[in-house]
Nanobody, 111 residues
Framework: QVQLVESGGGLVQPGGSLRLSCAAS????????MAWYRQAPGKQRERVAL???????TYADSVKGRFTISRDNAENTLYLQMNNLRPEDTAVYYC?????WGQGTQVTVSS
């Protein structure tokens, strides 16, 4: 069974950084378009970053210049580096490939 397992969330102060990881099993991350989504309380799930199989990346306007999506082919893992975090980045972050979702990891930005 394909699994996507996120980790790396937590509580961070505004301006801080976190790196989220998504470990994949039974799929090859480098051969897939994969994305990070987030969902804040009372809001719809939104895509924040995407990486294609060819390595092209796109970002939501709200995170451009602060977040970086990447992958480690040897580790078969997807990452989301988040810098200069803001309170409005608080959400559950999900790893996604096609119709598959991870369980999510909570990111809370607060002083």
């Amino acid at each position: 069974q394909v699994q996507l397992v996120e980790s790396g969330g937590g509580l961070v102060q505004p301006g801080g950084s976190l790196r989220l990881s998504c470990a994949a099993s039974l799929i090859i991350v480098s051969r897939s378009a994969m994305a990070w989504y987030r969902q804040a309380p009372g809001k719809q799930r939104e895509r924040v970053a995407l990486i294609t199989s060819g390595g092209i990346t796109t970002y939501a306007d709200s995170v451009k210049g602060r977040f970086t999506i990447s992958r480690d082919n040897a580790e078969n893992t997807l990452y989301l580096q988040m810098n200069n975090l803001r309170p409005e980045d608080t959400a559950v972050y999900y790893c996604n490939r096609a119709a598959m979702w991870g369980q999510g990891t909570q990111v809370t930005v607060s002083s």
